[in-house]
T-cell receptor
Framework: DSGVTQTPKHLITATGQRVTLRCSPRSGDLSVYWYQQSLDQGLQFLIHYYNGEERAKGNILERFSAQQFPDLHSELNLSSLELGDSALYFC???????????????FGPGTRLTVL | AQKVTQAQTEISVVEKEDVTLDCVYETRDTTYYLFWYKQPPSGELVFLIRRNSFDEQNEISGRYSWNFQKSTSSFNFTITASQVVDSAVYFCALSPSNSGYALNFGKGTSLLVTP
């Protein structure tokens, strides 16, 4: 158990809909990263938040957005869903710099999204 | 641009064989980190190792060993005396220091170890 939690575990929805995926980082971790794993694209970095602020963007579509709240949990919002958005969405957290961490990212169990 | 290449898509070995998973990376950054993650059939991503660009020492952890060669931009992973439980997809990842440490993953190598 990595200490990172994600809900829900599975999500089935229809095209055109909007969903929200939730992630709680490990206790004390300030950084949250979101990744998408699909058969076509493999594992791709989407976005990074640090202590509530967006720090880096990867291959995140404009239909997707994220935020990190004061309690450090993060949500990934996916809207106008398409069949191609079906994927496993992971979040990961890492310890703050200077804490002796090795910058390894600890991954949650993922949310499997199926768009029908 | 950052790129990680895992040329081996699938590998199949018999238990107790040694197996090496290849990873080649491209980056213009001088400071970066390299990782290996394991994804068993259950789907979670399990951290195995991290290396920074200034540390070319090879590492051994039990049956696992890693060979980092900056001259060839490679970070290969060897499993000695493989076991059925090693069956998984293994991902190599690159994390440049100027990207907030986001991970750039390779496509992964699927390892099947049969009894």
């Amino acid at each position: 158990d990595s200490g990172v939690t994600q809900t829900p575990k599975h999500l089935i929805t229809a095209t055109g809909q909007r969903v929200t995926l939730r992630c709680s980082p490990r206790s004390g971790d300030l950084s949250v990263y979101w990744y998408q794993q699909s058969l076509d694209q493999g594992l791709q970095f989407l976005i990074h938040y640090y202590n509530g602020e967006e720090r880096a963007k990867g291959n995140i579509l404009e239909r997707f957005s994220a935020q990190q709240f004061p309690d450090l949990h993060s949500e990934l919002n996916l809207s106008s869903l398409e069949l191609g958005d079906s994927a496993l969405y992971f979040c990961a957290s890492t310890s703050p710099r200077g804490t002796g961490s090795k910058n390894e990212q600890f991954f949650g169990p993922g949310t499997r999204l199926t768009v029908l | 641009a950052q790129k990680v290449t895992q040329a081996q898509t699938e590998i199949s070995v018999v238990e107790k064989e040694d197996v090496t998973l290849d990873c080649v990376y491209e980056t213009r950054d001088t400071t970066y980190y390299l990782f290996w993650y394991k994804q068993p059939p259950s789907g979670e991503l399990v951290f195995l190792i991290r290396r920074n660009s200034f540390d070319e020492q090879n590492e051994i952890s039990g049956r696992y060993s890693w060979n980092f060669q900056k001259s060839t931009s490679s970070f290969n992973f060897t499993i000695t005396a493989s076991q059925v439980v090693d069956s998984a997809v293994y991902f190599c990842a690159l994390s440049p220091s100027n990207s907030g440490y986001a991970l750039n993953f390779g496509k992964g190598t699927s390892l099947l170890v049969t009894p």
